[in-house]
């Protein structure tokens, strides 16, 4: 009973979030056609192998009695919209004063429409006392992104397929950039994201070698998380619920092909195998997640033969998980094993 009792309550914070994701405005598309995209091909165009060079432009004093010095980075970025945001990568990183090549980097990604970074920055923190040096970036429409007048997350994806691909692009570009950084001042590398940041956290680990990944209830299937869990009110708005597809067909299953095929390149599972060798890969399933689901990580994890942890929560208090941010620390900070030099580990699509 207790445990019925727990499992209502996890997914009842889940329930207030969707109602909170349907108010967010989401301007439908007014084209008629979604011809497939390739994945290997759109990858192959972006920067995410040719990373903007990352400047420290402000010096916010240290802490930790000195250790920590807290500063805010920058760098060149390309994605959609005109406001500053869009063409200028924001993080905010905490560097151990006394960071050796052997400590550890870590690259923290947010979620969807968070309004404020205050988890990321317990992230920061908590790391930092680890004994790595860290950094938070803010994606593409959010926080010191998000455009005038418009909340965070708003932007980022639209009606059109295509804006959520280019906007998941921008991330991973970004989150490349981040990585390239944190490789000149270190030889272990690791990213971990929620939601969201999950996803772009696993598009990176498929296409740049990395010495650690955890995601977070990964929004890994794109596709499938919108025709299966987004709210009514947003999926009318995307003309996918009830018995109308407009643009995307004239029923379930074709609209599933088509949004499928559309948004191929960020479907994490088509992208095998990873770069980053799979004992490096760990992802975190809520069993009870109405948000991005737990079938698509399973899915995800099953493809890429990797780690999987599941927990009896949902995609929201996961993140109060007793003892599961300790396992975390420990996944991203462990050092991994060496590559075999006959492993030839092939580059990801």
Excluded at 84 to 101: E, M, Q, V, W
Excluded at 120 to 143: F, I, K, N, Y
Excluded at 145 to 150: E, F, Q, V, Y
Aim: charged letters at 25%.
């Amino acid at each position: 009973m207790l445990e019925r009792i727990l499992d209502h309550g996890t997914r009842a914070l889940d329930s207030a979030i969707l109602w909170q994701l349907g108010t967010l405005p989401v301007p439908p598309t007014d084209r008629s056609d979604f011809p497939p995209v390739d994945a290997k091909e759109f990858w192959a165009e972006s920067r995410v192998r040719r990373p903007s060079s990352v400047e420290v432009v402000r010096d916010l004093g240290t802490r930790d009695n000195g250790n920590v010095s807290v500063v805010d980075v920058e760098a060149p970025s390309h994605g959609p919209g005109t406001h500053p945001g869009s063409r200028k990568l924001i993080g905010r990183a905490h560097l151990r004063t006394h960071h050796r090549r052997s400590d550890p980097f870590v690259v923290i990604l947010h979620g969807f429409a968070v309004p404020v970074a205050l988890y990321e920055e317990g992230q920061l923190r908590a790391l930092t006392q680890r004994g790595a040096s860290a950094v938070r970036l803010d994606h593409p429409w959010h926080l010191r992104r998000r455009a005038r007048g418009l909340r965070s997350g708003e932007g980022y994806m639209t009606g059109d397929p295509g804006r959520l691909l280019a906007s998941v692009r921008q991330s991973v570009e970004d989150c490349a950039a981040l990585v390239a950084w944190g490789r000149t001042m270190s030889d272990h590398v690791a990213v971990v994201g929620v939601s969201l940041g999950g996803l772009a956290a696993c598009m990176t680990a498929a296409l740049v070698e990395l010495d650690a990944m955890v995601a977070v209830a990964p929004f890994c299937d794109p596709p499938a998380t919108f025709l299966d869990h987004l709210p009514q009110s947003v999926r009318r708005k995307l003309g996918i619920a009830g018995d109308s597809f407009g643009v995307w067909g004239t029923s379930p299953e074709e609209a599933r092909r088509i949004i499928s095929a559309a948004m191929a390149p960020i479907v994490v599972r088509n992208h095998t195998p990873p770069l980053t060798p799979p004992d490096r890969i760990t992802l975190i399933r809520p069993e009870h997640d109405l948000i991005v689901g737990p079938e698509p990580i399973a899915e995800l994890a099953r493809t890429w033969g990797v780690d999987m942890w599941d927990m009896r929560h949902s995609h929201i208090s996961v993140l109060k998980a007793r003892g599961l941010h300790a396992r975390i620390y420990e996944r991203l900070l462990r050092a991994p094993l060496p590559v075999p030099a006959d492993a030839g580990v092939p580059m990801a699509g």
